[in-house]
């Protein structure tokens, strides 16, 4: 929740989805569904989608932007290291590539904040066109 331009709230929203071979994955809840998600990325490559809502006076406008992440096959050994830092719960598709995930990851071919879970250039264009954005003062 933020102030425009003219003392407005506006509210900005984002969620992330990690899709492999059309699927969604989702969030794992434990480290057994997490161990199963990172089986299937391992040596893959597969598409991470956030999508982006500024809702203001002006309007609702939205974004969805895309990336593809190529992950290294994993070996049981780093796989069970990721694990034990507890990062994957709650991640979608069981990975944070701002975190220990990163060590995962072999390529991102798009915007890395897409993939961590807010499109920042973007993002602020958002809030800009809504006359929130710090410099629209």
Do not use: N
Not at 28 to 47: I, K, V
Not at 105 to 115: A, H, L, S
């Amino acid at each position: 929740l933020a102030s425009g331009a003219r003392g407005e709230e506006v509210v900005l929203g984002a969620d992330t989805a990690v899709v492999l071979d059309g699927e969604p994955l989702g969030k794992p809840a434990d480290a057994e569904q997490a161990r199963w998600m990172l089986g299937l990325l391992s040596g893959r490559t597969h598409r991470v989608l956030t999508a982006v809502t500024v809702l203001s006076p002006l309007g609702a406008v939205h974004v969805l932007e895309t990336a593809r992440v190529s992950f290294a096959p994993l070996v049981a050994a780093r796989l069970e290291w990721y694990l034990s830092t507890g990062e994957s719960i709650g991640k979608a598709g069981a990975y944070a590539l701002q975190g220990a995930g990163a060590v995962l990851v072999e390529r991102v071919e798009g915007d890395p904040t897409t993939v961590i879970g807010l499109p920042l250039r973007r993002t602020a264009e958002l809030l800009a066109a809504a006359g929130a954005a710090p410099w629209c003062g």
